[in-house]
C-alpha cells in the first residue's frame, strides 16, 4: 500500500497567516493527490483534486501543488473558519490511503 | 444538491454484525461509485471498499476482505455496508462518500454513523 506521511501533525498560526501542510508519499502517485479539511463532528470536505485543482466553492485562498511523491497545500492567508484538521488523500492506486492528518489551530 | 444521508449509530457486541445504509440524493445514483470509509483514533481514514450500482460491482480493501459487503438498491437510492465478526478494533465513524468520476476521490461524503462495540 501507499504511505502517505503528513507534516506537521499540528500547527499553530495568526490570522491572515500563510500556512503550509506537506504530504510525501512512499511511491509515485502522479498527480492523483486530494486535499479536505475535516471539522469536529463533521464529515471530511473536498477542497482540492488532481493535486492543483480547487473543488467549486472552495475560497481562493486554499491551493495546491506538487507531482510525483512531494505535495503541498497552502492557505494563503489563515481565516477563522480555517481552523480544522486537513488530510491528503491519494488515489492513484487501490487501496487509496490517507495521511494521518494536520491540526492546524490558533496561536 | 448531491446528499448522503446514513442511518443512525449503532452499538453492537463484540462477534456481532452491523449493516449501515447510506441514502443518496441529488444526482442520478447509478452512475458514480460509493465507497466506504472509516475513521478511528488507532488507525485514522481507512478506505474500505466501493460499490458501483449501476451493475452491483464492488471492490474491498483486503483488510476488510471476507467481513465487508456492499450492496445497492436502485429503486431507493441506497447503498448497505455491512461488517461482520465486530471487535472493539471496529468502533469509530463509518462514512459514505461519492466518487464524482470514477477515479476514487470523494467529493460528497455523508454525515458519518458512529459504530460503538463494547461487550
Known amino acids: 500500500d501507499i504511505q502517505m506521511t503528513q507534516s506537521p501533525s499540528s500547527l499553530a498560526a495568526s490570522l491572515g497567516d500563510r500556512v503550509t501542510i506537506t504530504c510525501q508519499g512512499s511511491q509515485d502517485t502522479g498527480n492523483y493527490l486530494s486535499w479536505y479539511q475535516q471539522k469536529p463532528g463533521k464529515a471530511p470536505k473536498l477542497l482540492i483534486y488532481?493535486?492543483?485543482e480547487l473543488e467549486p466553492g472552495v475560497p481562493s485562498r486554499f491551493s495546491g501543488s506538487g507531482y510525483v511523491t512531494n505535495f503541498t497545500l497552502i492557505i494563503s492567508s489563515l481565516q477563522p473558519e480555517d481552523i480544522a484538521t486537513y488530510f491528503c488523500?491519494?488515489?492513484?492506486?487501490?487501496?487509496?490511503?490517507f495521511g494521518q492528518g494536520t491540526r492546524v489551530h490558533f496561536k | 444538491q448531491v446528499q448522503l444521508v446514513q442511518s443512525g449509530a449503532e452499538v453492537k457486541k463484540p462477534g456481532a454484525s452491523v449493516k449501515v445504509s447510506c441514502e443518496a440524493s441529488?444526482?442520478?445514483?447509478?452512475?458514480?461509485?460509493i465507497h466506504w470509509i472509516r475513521q478511528t483514533p488507532g488507525r485514522g481514514l481507512e478506505w474500505m471498499g466501493c460499490?458501483?450500482?449501476?451493475?452491483?460491482?464492488?471492490e474491498y480493501s483486503r483488510n476488510f476482505q471476507g467481513r465487508v459487503t456492499m450492496t445497492a438498491d436502485r429503486s431507493i437510492s441506497t447503498v448497505y455496508m455491512e461488517v461482520t465478526r465486530l471487535t472493539s478494533d471496529d468502533t469509530g465513524v463509518y462514512y459514505c462518500a461519492r466518487d464524482p468520476r470514477g477515479l476514487n476521490y470523494f467529493d460528497s461524503w455523508g454525515h458519518g454513523t458512529l459504530v460503538t462495540v463494547s461487550s
Open positions: 460499490i458501483y450500482p449501476h451493475n452491483g460491482a464492488t
Open positions: 441529488g444526482y442520478k445514483f447509478a452512475a458514480n461509485y
Open positions: 488532481g493535486a492543483t
Open positions: 488523500l491519494q488515489y492513484a492506486l487501490l487501496p487509496v490511503t
